[in-house]
C-alpha cells in the first residue's frame, strides 16, 4: 500500500450506533489530520496530530473522538451521531515542520447516519 | 468567514481549450497556496502548488498565478483533456498558523469531447 489510506470507504450507521474510522499513512509524515467535507460547503478541519500529539481541535462536538496511536495511524471513534453528520471524512497527513508543507489525502469515507 | 473563496462552482470548457479556475482569498498572511484535483469517489490530489516569493508556477499542462495585491490566484490549464474533468479545491496557509489550510468548496471543471 502506498499514500494514505482508509477505511471502511462506505459507512451507514444508526444515531446509537459506535464506530471507528482507519486512517493509515505510508509516506512517513509526523502529522495527520482529520477533515469533514459536506455538499457544498469547503474542507472542515475537525483535528490535527503532530508528533502523536492533538494540536488542533476546531470545536468538534465531543461525539467524535480522535486517537492517534503512532505517526502513521489515526482513528476517528463515532458515537451517538445525528444526521447531520453525515458527510465525507477525509484523512491527510503531512510532513510537518517543512516551510512548503502540503497535505496528501485519503480516499475518504462516505458516513451515512440514519 | 471563509477565508478562500472560488465563486464560480462549475465551468465548462471545449477539449483542446484553456481552462481557467479562479481563487480569491481574505488573509494577507496566506503564504502558500495548493490547487488539489478531485474524482468522484476518491479524496482530493494535490496537483500544484506556488510560494508568495513567485507570481508564476508551472508544471506542464498546468500553470497556477498568483497576484498578491489582488489577493488572487488562478489555475491555467492548457490544453484542457477530458481526463481534466473533476473538482479543483484552491487552499492556502501561512506559516504563522502552522500546518493550518483553508480550503475553498471547488469548482467543478468538465472538458467537452
Known amino acids: 500500500e502506498t499514500g494514505v489510506t482508509q477505511t471502511p470507504r462506505h459507512l451507514v450507521m444508526g444515531m446509537t450506533n459506535k464506530k471507528s474510522l482507519k486512517c493509515e499513512q505510508h509516506?512517513?509524515?509526523?502529522?495527520m489530520y482529520w477533515y469533514k467535507q459536506s455538499a457544498k460547503k469547503p474542507l472542515e478541519l475537525m483535528f490535527v496530530?503532530?508528533?502523536?500529539?492533538?494540536?488542533e481541535n476546531n470545536s468538534v462536538p465531543s461525539r467524535f473522538s480522535p486517537e492517534c496511536p503512532n505517526s502513521s495511524h489515526l482513528f476517528l471513534h463515532l458515537h451517538t451521531l445525528q444526521p447531520e453528520d453525515s458527510a465525507l471524512y477525509l484523512c491527510a497527513s503531512s510532513q510537518a515542520g517543512l516551510e512548503q508543507e502540503t497535505q496528501y489525502f485519503g480516499p475518504g469515507t462516505r458516513l451515512l447516519v440514519l | 468567514d471563509q477565508q478562500v473563496k472560488q465563486n464560480s462552482p462549475s465551468l465548462s470548457v471545449q477539449e483542446g481549450r484553456i481552462s481557467i479556475l479562479n481563487c480569491d482569498y481574505t488573509?494577507?498572511?496566506?503564504?502558500?497556496f495548493l490547487w488539489y484535483k478531485k474524482y468522484p469517489a476518491e479524496g482530493p490530489t494535490f496537483l500544484i502548488s506556488i510560494s508568495s516569493i513567485k507570481d508564476k508556477n508551472e508544471d506542464g499542462r498546468f500553470t497556477v498565478f498568483l497576484n498578491k495585491s489582488a489577493k488572487h490566484l488562478s489555475l491555467h490549464i492548457v490544453p484542457s483533456q477530458p481526463g481534466d474533468s473533476a473538482v479543483y479545491f484552491c487552499a492556502a496557509s501561512a506559516t504563522n498558523t502552522g500546518n493550518q489550510f483553508y480550503f475553498g468548496t471547488g469548482t467543478s471543471l468538465t472538458v467537452i469531447p
Open positions: 509516506l512517513g509524515h509526523n502529522a
Open positions: 496530530y503532530n508528533f502523536k500529539e492533538q494540536t
Open positions: 488573509n494577507s498572511m496566506f503564504d502558500y
